[in-house]
């Protein structure tokens, strides 16, 4: 188990504002694959160097297990860490690349050996051993710096973006592969990625960093279905959350949200605490939340249809209000065989529950209860 208790890095101690880390709180259990996921700058790298041992905290602790390891050195941390360049020894061959860092922990040559090419089969480039990597592919480059990292079998291994110099396609099977390898090995394993995708799709749980600080910390589905604040709700989903003004009334007892397009009402499992009423919210929807409502359906409202894009999997609409009192353009994600035009009056519904309201506080907080 990893726990970082408090953690603060500010690379000029002298300045508050310079806090690349600002009170981080982790814990990462055993064989857990983790992701770190937050925009350029939020403190990604710097959390993982920290845990590397390559830099030091300003304040706070790092265990592993139950060992304070603030001041130990990289080396006897028992990590092998990739890095977004891979870092390999261009004058070494594949073979001496691998067995480097076994080398350096004195191991005999013919053993270090050995070892390389049990970890090259592993990874699939045994048979490229003898070559040096300026006459490797990216993917197989990539390959190379996994088994490296991975040669003094590590209890724990980082990665920071291990996979951003890959095309599409190929990502996608070294990040199975990653993930393959990682569950094999049972190695407890960190992420750095700012691909959200990537995040979602390989790991355990994801923390998602900003502004030096965790916003949420959860498993996938969870931060998709349940994010705690506007932060978290905006920076995940593709296309984005739609996020629309609105007020929160209340009249004989039932809650409703008034747009200045639309109104809704709420159901009653997801009535909001008295306090919220008569305050103006943000209301969260995804994309594909909105859908075409029935005849029969009550809550729905009518939207008139903007622009209709084609997907090849389903068709992004996007909607206005009929009177064009709304602000915001939403987006709905239809399927293929959803019959919508450009200037087509619709009746729309939103899922059953599948909406959210975000407060006007600076953290936007989530104010649904989710039960
Ligand atoms: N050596 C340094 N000296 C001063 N400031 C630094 C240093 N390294 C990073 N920073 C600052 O600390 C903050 C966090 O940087 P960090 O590299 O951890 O971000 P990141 O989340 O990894 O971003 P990216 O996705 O762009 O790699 C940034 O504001 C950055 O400018
Ligand atoms: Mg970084």
Known sequence: MITLKNI????????????????????????????????????KTTTLMM???????TSGEIYFGDRLVNHVEPKDRNIGM??????????????????????ERKMPKAQAYERAKEM???????????????????????????????????????????????DARLKLDVRDEIRKLQRDLGVTTIIVTHDQEEALAISDRVAILNNGKIQQYA?????????????????????????IDGVIKEENGEQKIVTSGFQFRIPEARKLEAAHIDKPV??????????????????????????????GSGKL???????????????????????????????????????????????????MQFR
């Open 8 to 43: 603060v890095k500010a690379y000029d101690s002298k300045k508050d504002s310079s806090r690349a880390v600002d009170g981080l709180d982790l814990v990462i259990n055993k064989g857990e694959f983790v992701a770190l996921l937050g925009p350029s700058g939020c403190g």
């Open 51 to 57: 845990l590397a041992g390559l830099l030091k905290p």
């Open 82 to 103: 990739v890095f977004q360049s891979y870092a390999l020894y261009p004058h070494l061959t594949v073979r001496d690349n691998i067995a480097f860092p076994l080398r």
């Open 120 to 166: 090259g089969k592993i990874v699939q480039i045994d048979h490229l051993l003898d070559r040096k990597p300026s006459q490797l592919s990216g993917g197989q480059q990539q390959r190379v710096a996994m088994a490296r990292a991975l040669a003094k079998d590590p209890e724990i291994l980082l990665l920071d973006e291990p996979m951003s110099n890959l």
């Open 219 to 243: 498993p996938p589905e969870e931060l998709f279905s349940q994010p705690v604040n506007l932060f978290v709700a905006s920076f995940l989903g593709n296309p984005p959350m739609n996020l």
């Open 282 to 311: 943000k209301l969260g929807v995804r994309p594909h939340d909105f859908m075409l409502a029935e005849q029969t359906d009550s809550n729905a409202f009518p939207m008139k249809v903007d622009l209709v894009e084609h997907l």
């Open 317 to 367: 609409v996007k909607v206005i209000d009929p009177e064009q009192k709304l602000q915001t353009t939403i987006r709905f994600l239809a399927d293929n065989e959803t019959d919508v035009r450009h200037g087509d009056t619709i009746r729309m519904k939103i899922r059953e529950n599948k909406f959210h309201v975000f407060d006007m506080t600076a953290e936007g907080l989530n104010l």
